[in-house]
T-cell receptor, first 113, second 110 residues
Framework: ETGVTQSPTHLIKTRGQQVTLRCSSQSGHNTVSWYQQALGQGPQFIFQYYREEENGRGNFPPRFSGLQFPNYSSELNVNALELDDSALYLC????????????FGPGTRLTVT | QQQVKQSPQSLIVQKGGISIINCAYENTAFDYFPWYQQFPGKGPALLIAIRPDVSEKKEGRFTISFNKSAKQFSLHIMDSQPGDSATYFCAASENTPLVFGKGTRLSVIA
């Protein structure tokens, strides 16, 4: 059984640019959540996608947006990057009927210079 | 507003000892309390989780103790090993999302 995968592993962008991060959910999982983890902090919820629609959003501005595809994979897009967006971006998938259980991927380390 | 408070921030335990990490929450609507283990450069891995209808859950060397009236829960790692050295996060949720504590860096020394 393949776990949650994310790409790319690392990314360096310049302030003001746009970035797209990708996530493939674990087999049998249909819900994807995205979190931002700053250095030395716990993950912070960005949003969740279920049935290709946003199903809850944390305290993040609209320049953070996402998509979920029919195969349950997902993208996180961030526009107008700011220095404070530098963080580890984590994707987590949940089994059918169990939003609570969240299994994380290895993350994408984004550095904004 | 920090909804889940975790302590201690760091912990050093001798090999074979018991590691204890505590969390307190504010939102009484929370109904799911997981613990995650994270190694450097990796994503958090789900260790064990509990619902508020039970006071204790054990899986191998890991035990969650839950006190609903005090709004507190804790992780006990029995017979701690150097391989347990990692950062541990408690979390809580009501449906979704997970609200995480700030983490505890555990070092198990031989």
């Amino acid at each position: 059984e393949t776990g949650v995968t994310q790409s790319p592993t690392h990314l360096i962008k310049t302030r003001g640019q746009q970035v797209t991060l990708r996530c493939s959910s674990q087999s049998g999982h249909n819900t994807v959540s995205w979190y931002q983890q700053a250095l030395g902090q716990g993950p912070q919820f960005i949003f969740q996608y279920y049935r290709e629609e946003e199903n809850g959003r944390g305290n993040f501005p609209p320049r953070f947006s996402g998509l979920q595809f029919p195969n349950y994979s997902s993208e996180l897009n961030v526009n107008a990057l700011e220095l404070d967006d530098s963080a580890l971006y984590l994707c987590a998938s949940s089994p059918r009927g169990s939003f609570h259980e969240q299994y994380f991927g290895p993350g994408t380390r984004l550095t904004v210079t | 507003q920090q909804q889940v408070k975790q302590s201690p921030q760091s912990l050093i335990v001798q090999k074979g000892g018991i590691s204890i990490i505590n969390c307190a929450y504010e939102n009484t609507a929370f109904d799911y309390f997981p613990w995650y283990q994270q190694f450097p450069g990796k994503g958090p891995a789900l260790l064990i989780a509990i619902r508020p209808d039970v006071s204790e859950k054990k899986e191998g060397r890991f035990t969650i103790s839950f006190n609903k009236s005090a709004k507190q829960f804790s992780l006990h790692i029995m017979d701690s090993q150097p391989g347990d050295s990692a950062t541990y996060f408690c979390a809580a949720s009501e449906n979704t999302p997970l609200v995480f504590g700030k983490g505890t860096r555990l070092s198990v020394i031989a």
